[in-house]
Structures are given as structure tokens and as C-alpha cells.
């Protein structure tokens, strides 16, 4: 499973050359990539959310597109539509930005719910429909999402059933100081941009694909995960209690999503098979998105995260005394 380390190792080296630090930002999003999943990225603005996805579109050297999501978009602007052609009087399809390998929906949470649920197709089923005929999309296809954690003048927050479509959701927080320092010495001139080559290809991530399913998952580990993700319902239940944290736990598909990253997650590492650790360590990223606070949580300032470190703790883990 060498293959795994080399290929994320060159792609993170290149992404690197415009993107300073996030370096585990950068694992997890080239970890959706050989999951197939999409990936929803939350962070202030000004850290380089945006340049890291195009970053990594140009090293992977897929067919890139970006698109601002703001409160006037119309799905017709992100799907496509049927356009009359004046000198045959037929419809032809115009396809827009979503037929790409790599879409950027930028500020997502900045168009209404009518755009946002655009998504809600091509992001499960790989397809759109324009026109009432179905259209493919390519392969492989991945939704990279922005959004600003804090500003909700003029926002409009995600359905719960398009959050739950993406495999992670990732906190980019601010650079260290060494790190900001090392982007003042390198991008401080304004005659000079960040410029990052192919290293990379669709083909190869399709290849690097199987592969990835060829990574073993034992009984035991489907078993530990699907233990964590039944407590994060167990803590939605509660009869009412004070153990009762969340408002709603985890769906099925949180489940699939922890076997597809660990899986991947062990692939970059250079391992044929899943550990626990390997669980643990993706376990935040793929669950924070799928379950929700109660108001008396909310109230008493407890956070999502500090709830799902408490499930990691409390949880037998296989093979541990």
C-alpha cells in the first residue's frame, strides 16, 4: 500500500508550494478524494479555504470550476438549463459549472435553500436533470464547500439533509505564527503568485480507488464503529434526561462514511488495514456535521466536539484491556 504514501505525499508537497501549514485540513481533503466525498470546509475568512481547493484542483489536474454562491443565484446558474436556439427553434442544453471534477461552492451558505438543494442530487446520485432528462456527471466528482462560521447577516444555514451528504466537515482555524510568518516571507510580494503544476491525474485517483477497497476492515472494527455512531443516538434519546445532549444522532450514513475515510485515511498511511486510531482520528471530522446540540446544551456552552471526544473515551475499544 506504498502507493497511498507516495501519492499523498507528492500531491500535499505541491498543494503545499501555495498553501502554508493546514496540514491536516490537506490530509483529510486528499482522504475525501480516494473516499469519494465531499467536503464541507468552515473557517473566518482570509484562510485560504478558497485557494487551498483550487490549489488542489491544479496539483490533481482535474477540470475545476468555482462558483460563488450569493442570495441572487438560481439553480439554473449552477445545474444548467435549456436554451432556445433562434435558428432551428429547438432547446439545447447548456450545462453549467456542476460538470466538473471538482466543484468549489464558495460561501455556500450565502444562497437560499432552492439553490442549495441544486446540490442535494448531484452531490448523492452523480447526476443532474435539466430539462426532465437526466445528465451524468464526470468521474470522479467532488463538492468542496466554503462556509463563514460566524457573519449570518445574509445567510441561510444548510438543510440538514444536504450537511449529511458530505463526508467531513473540517475546521480550518488560524495559522500558527510560524506558519503566518513563513507566508509574510514567501507571498509578501505582490508581483509573485502561488503556482502549483500536475502531479497528479483523475485516472490515477480512479485507479487509487480500488486499491482503497482492497483495505481491510475487520468484524470487530465495523462493530467499534458502529458502537460510536449508536451512542451519538443514544445521547440524542435520553428519555428526556440530563444525558441528553443532542437533539438528533447520527443516520446510517454516518456509518458508511467512518469505514470509506478510515479506510482511505489507512491507504495514505501505507497500511493494509484499518486500526482503531485510524477510526478515532476521523471520527470528528465525519460526525460533527450529522448530529445536533439540544438548547439546554447549547445554553450550558457545551460543544459538539467536546460531546464526540466523551463518546471516543467512553467507548470500548476492540482488542484494548
Known amino acids: 500500500m506504498e502507493a497511498g504514501r507516495e501519492w499523498s505525499d507528492r500531491v500535499r508537497a505541491e498543494v503545499g508550494k501555495a ?3 493546514q496540514e491536516e485540513v490537506v490530509d483529510r481533503m486528499l482522504v475525501a478524494m480516494l473516499a469519494d466525498g465531499h467536503v464541507l470546509l468552515e473557517g473566518m475568512p482570509g484562510l485560504a479555504k478558497t485557494l487551498l481547493v483550487k490549489s488542489l484542483g491544479e496539483a490533481m489536474d482535474v477540470d475545476f470550476e468555482r462558483v460563488q454562491f450569493t442570495p441572487d443565484l438560481l439553480p439554473s446558474d449552477v445545474v444548467g438549463t435549456m436554451i432556445l436556439q433562434p435558428q432551428t427553434g429547438e432547446f439545447r442544453v447548456h450545462r453549467g459549472p456542476i460538470f466538473a471534477n471538482l466543484v468549489l461552492a464558495d460561501e455556500i451558505n450565502r444562497a437560499p435553500a432552492k439553490v442549495q438543494s441544486g446540490l442535494l442530487e448531484a452531490m448523492q446520485e452523480r ?3 435539466i430539462g426532465g432528462n437526466s445528465y ?7 463538492v468542496m464547500a ?8 445574509g445567510t441561510y444555514p444548510l438543510p440538514e439533509a444536504q450537511v449529511d451528504r458530505f463526508l467531513f466537515k ?8 510560524r506558519d503566518e510568518r513563513a507566508m509574510m516571507d514567501r507571498w509578501g510580494s505582490v508581483t509573485e503568485a502561488p503556482r502549483v ?7 490515477e485517483l480512479v485507479e487509487l480507488r480500488e486499491l482503497v477497497d482492497k483495505v481491510h476492515v475487520s468484524d470487530e472494527l465495523q462493530g467499534y464503529m458502529l458502537a460510536l455512531v449508536r451512542e451519538t443516538r443514544k445521547r440524542a434519546g435520553g428519555g428526556g434526561g440530563s444525558d441528553r445532549v443532542f437533539s438528533f444522532g447520527a443516520s446510517p450514513r454516518a456509518s458508511l462514511a467512518l469505514v470509506q475515510a478510515s479506510r482511505a485515511l489507512a491507504f495514505v498511511r501505507g497500511h493494509e488495514y484499518v486500526t482503531p486510531d485510524r477510526v478515532q482520528e476521523v471520527f470528528l471530522d465525519a460526525i460533527r456535521h450529522r448530529v445536533g446540540l439540544t438548547y439546554e446544551a447549547e445554553a450550558s456552552e457545551r460543544k459538539i466536539d467536546d460531546v464526540l471526544d466523551e ?3 467512553t467507548t470500548p475499544i476492540p482488542g484494548a484491556r
Open 197 to 203: 503544476e500536475a502531479v497528479s491525474s483523475p485516472t
Open 127 to 129: 447526476q443532474v436533470t
Open 136 to 142: 451524468r456527471l464526470p468521474s470522479p466528482f467532488l
Open 19 to 21: 498553501v502554508v501549514g
Open 146 to 153: 466554503t462556509q463563514n462560521p460566524v457573519e449570518q447577516e
Open 311 to 313: 463518546i471516543l473515551e
Open 170 to 177: 473540517l475546521v480550518v482555524d488560524y495559522p500558527s505564527e
